[in-house]
């Protein structure tokens, strides 16, 4: 059985920091692994998964996944991120690949997202693949496509409300993308601006007020 708890404790906040270093190849500063809610998965007393809720501006999606000069731009249409929150340094052993823990992993991304009771969570991702993925839920829609240090980034923001009806499409996608390479079929684009939706998400973003 796996089981998900909330990670207070001082070592295995250092272990989930390692571990993300080992496979996102990012360190978390001490600021944003302290003042945020961490979540891992164990099984029996390992951990083998994991990500953070952060709930309040500077995001680290946005300091890793857009060059400095796009963070004016992206704070303006996040109106400086009162109502948003991130699933940020999301992380998974090799070995996790099981349907169940799949599912058990993003429902309970989505069951913390709905906990922090922002209207948006973002996310982002240096691998096209996982772009694709992230992108494939219909009511997640990408705010930013650059290149960072080199490398392409991908930055999306989705509606909290639909938070389980994302993990849903996720999941879908995965066993929907498994099945297609078994068969040698490309993958659809997922990877998209969608200006009507990006203006309706400004709109409600832009509602939102300090207090």
Partial sequence: MVRVERIIDRTQLEYYRKAYLRI??????????FNNSVYGFYRKDQMI????IGTSAPFRTIQLFAPVESHERLYS???NGIDVCEVCCFWHEK???????N????????HKVNIAKRKFFLGGTYVKGLANLYGAPSKAHLISEEVVEGRPAWIFI?????????????LTYKLRRSAEKKFGK???????????????VNGEIKLSKIG
């Fill in 24 to 33: 996102g190849n990012s360190f978390i500063p001490d600021a944003y692994l």
């Fill in 49 to 52: 998964a994991g990500f953070i």
């Fill in 77 to 79: 249409f996040l109106n």
């Fill in 95 to 101: 070995e996790v690949n099981s349907p169940y823990v």
């Fill in 103 to 110: 599912a058990y992993i993003w429902f309970n991304m989505a």
């Fill in 158 to 170: 989705a509606w909290r409300k639909y938070a389980l009806l994302s993990a849903i499409q996720v």
């Fill in 186 to 200: 490309g993958c659809k684009n997922y990877i998209r601006f969608d200006e009507q939706a990006l203006n309706k």
